[in-house]
């Protein structure tokens, strides 16, 4: 499996006003390790009246478009001066997640980036709809930038399912690894590999039982524990990454993934996302949907080819 490419790195930027945000410097430093170019795109909504409020519209989105590009163009230079080849372009579309998915076409970029924004009272970076639409559409790794701080010698953590559950592919653990180690080598990080399962009583817990069923419990989930870490380091071992290096974590996953990236550290999750019973599209279901709210770090989304 051929590791991703740094050719052409695509930022999707819902603010045009905020300068180097932290996109945009994520994507810096990819194109100064790598000798990438950098494409600035900023999407905003198509004109969706009718009658005579159309012209006004339309008039007010022309508007809009041209400055918002000379704030890109603001952005784009201060890029160049660091010698990073670096095009901007403003997109209108409707609905947003199309918009950006358009250019990323046209460019054939081989990485789209886009920033996680605070929400509510308590500021917390939480995934939009278009984000997750992104994620459901995107045909390209996505990079989602939720932490601040540079990647430098980051620590990444490759979410493998070696049970490959929900219809994942076998090939997506592979495809996870991949990118993990593509970016650990030019950003002079390490690749840790992670698997959290959900402990055995959580599937029993509400099964009516005989004392007898009861009494084999205990031997049931040494057994059940005893699988599943011979699945998880025997993956591990395939994938070359070191047993120290590996972490099998017991909980819900919601839980105990974003708190092993906060314990070690972590400035990257690689996480898959999978074609749902063959369809076209990506599910992204409410515990894949939680994780990413709730962890720390940038996560970047991978999937396989079609």
Known sequence: MSAPKFECILVAIADPTAGLNKAVRRARA?????????????????????????AAAEQ????????????????????????????????????????????????????????????GFLGRLLLSQIDFELIRHCPIPLLIVKGRAAWRSPRILAALDPFHAHDKPS?????????????????????????????????I???PMSEAAAAALPAREKSYTAAIR??????????GIARKKAHLVCGDPTVALPALARSM??????????????????????????????????????????
């Not at 990819?30 to 159309?54: D, F, K, Q």
């Open 265 to 306: 550290r972590a400035g990257l999750v690689v996480m898959g996302a999978m074609s749902r019973s063959g369809l076209k599209r990506i599910f992204i279901g409410d515990t894949a949907a939680r994780v990413l709210d709730a962890l720390p770090c940038d996560v970047l989304v991978v999937r396989p080819r079609r």
């Open 30 to 54: 990819l194109a100064h390790a790598t000798g990438a170019g950098i494409e600035l795109v900023n999407a905003i909504p198509h004109v969706m009246s009718t009658g005579s409020a159309h």
């Open 60 to 119: 007010f989105t022309r508007y809009e478009a041209e400055q918002n590009g000379r704030q890109l163009e603001r952005t784009a230079n201060r890029l160049r001066r660091e010698e990073i080849i670096v095009n901007t372009t403003v997109q209108t579309g409707y609905p947003i997640h199309e918009a950006i998915l358009r250019q990323v076409r046209r460019t054939k970029a081989d990485l789209l980036i886009i920033e996680a924004r605070k929400h």
């Open 230 to 239: 011979r699945e998880f380091y025997q993956a591990v071992s395939r994938y």
């Open 205 to 207: 817990s509400a099964v």
């Open 171 to 203: 090939v997506l653990d592979r495809i996870i690894v991949d990118a993990a180690q593509a970016v650990a080598a030019v950003m002079r990080g390490s690749v840790h590999a992670t698997h959290a399962y959900r402990p055995f009583a959580s599937y």
